[in-house]
């Protein structure tokens, strides 16, 4: 997972904390499981000019090396998020996730933001690509639409996210996808068209790389997504 210009390969309960509006992005190299937590800075009353204005010093959390209390806490307090989250207790779940959020904080240190002006021109670049990927995409249009020349685009993506420019758009067609296969009753080749691919045959060969398995597959095998 890599978080501004810090990477670090997640083990088991591990956790990374990502405050608002910092770029980010996480990819596996194999099968894994993991829980991913996105929630408004809004519900971490406590924190909220704090998730705005600093970011940590560090935003993973390793737990071999972390102290007890947080090895103990953290998995209780994200038990304790997934099963108040599910049920209507809304109040509570906001309560364990402030716990969490407090416990990963007490860990390292806070320093205040430091936003390059690159910045601004990545999130303008995530937030087109987010918006538009279900459609036809290729640097060159992305380029053009944004005024930015394409071979600027291309180094933004291997410096900030860790990938090409290809390799993002795929990951966000295959996410929106396995989405829709375990949430939907839609027919497969509705769902990659709305996904954005240019084939099926396109399609079942990233999907194969990606989760290991059909589509076909992952939507018999897997647990619904809730």
Not at 136 to 162: D, T
Not at 199 to 224: A, D, E, G, V
């Amino acid at each position: 997972m890599t978080v501004q210009s810090h990477s670090h390969i997640l083990k088991q309960h591990d956790v990374a904390l990502v405050f608002p509006n910092l770029i980010h992005s996480y990819f596996c190299t194999d099968s894994c499981l993991a829980i991913l937590c996105i929630f408004a800075p809004i519900h971490a009353k406590e924190y909220y000019h704090l998730l705005h204005s600093h970011e940590p010093g560090s935003p993973f959390f390793d737990a071999e090396t972390s102290a007890l209390s947080y090895q103990q806490d953290i998995p209780l307090a994200f038990e304790r998020m997934l099963l108040y989250g599910s049920k209507p207790s809304p109040d509570i779940a906001i309560a364990w996730l402030n716990l969490g959020v407090a416990c990963l904080l007490s860990q390292t240190s806070i320093i205040p933001r430091n936003d390059h002006g690159d910045t601004d021109i990545v999130h303008q670049i995530v937030r087109y690509i987010s918006l538009h990927f279900k459609e036809p995409l290729s640097l060159e249009l992305l380029a053009k639409k944004l005024h930015f020349n394409k071979y600027y685009i291309s180094r933004v993506f291997a410096e900030k996210l860790n990938c090409n420019f290809y390799e993002y758009i795929n990951r966000l067609r295959l996410d929106f996808a396995a989405r829709q296969l375990k949430e939907t009753n839609l027919r497969i080749t509705d769902i990659w068209q709305g996904a954005g691919f240019p084939s099926q045959k396109t399609f079942n060969r990233n999907f194969l790389s990606c989760y290991h398995m059909t589509p076909s597959q992952y939507r018999k095998i897997l647990p619904p997504i809730s």
